[in-house]
């Protein structure tokens, strides 16, 4: 097993990307058969409702992680949550995911900004900042 810093959750839910503010986290890829990673999100305690009902429903919800620095590229999973626990006024909020395999974060920016009509030397300049600043993608394709 190999286990990361988890620098920033975002789930997605019904094409919306809804960012999750983390006070804590990490990720662990089991390395096992079935290639599973646990993600465990530490929250505020105004996520308790929501979390809560991603696990009541027993969905698959996907989500995007950033692993080890905030440089990195989105990482794309399918998740279920296994856990909400309250521990000091916030959550622990476990997650059980699948690393979806998914066009590289360059590909899909280049698709998003085609899609709004940059192009030419607009696009190129977009391309580059936004490749520095890595806004999150909300398409996983």
């Known amino acids: 097993m190999k286990t990361f810093k ?5 789930i997605i839910d019904d094409s919306e990307a809804l960012d999750i503010t983390l006070h804590d986290g990490l990720i662990i890829n089991k390395e096992d058969e079935r290639n599973r990673w646990l993600i465990e999100a530490y929250v505020g ?7 809560t009902k991603l696990l009541e429903s027993e969905k698959e919800t996907p989500a995007q992680v950033v692993i080890s620095k905030k440089e990195n590229d989105p990482a ?6 296994l856990s909400v626990k309250k521990i000091d006024g916030r959550l622990s909020v476990l997650f059980e995911g699948f690393l979806k395999r998914s066009k590289n974060y360059a590909e899909l920016l280049l698709s998003d900004l085609i899609e709004k009509g940059l192009s030419g ?8 900042e936004k490749m520095m600043t890595k806004p999150k993608l909300t398409s996983t394709s």
């Open 121 to 128: 030397e607009e696009l190129l300049s977009e391309f580059r």
């Open 6 to 10: 988890l620098i920033s959750l975002q």
């Open 45 to 51: 305690a105004n996520y308790h409702d929501f979390f």
């Open 76 to 81: 794309s999973f399918t998740t279920r949550v």
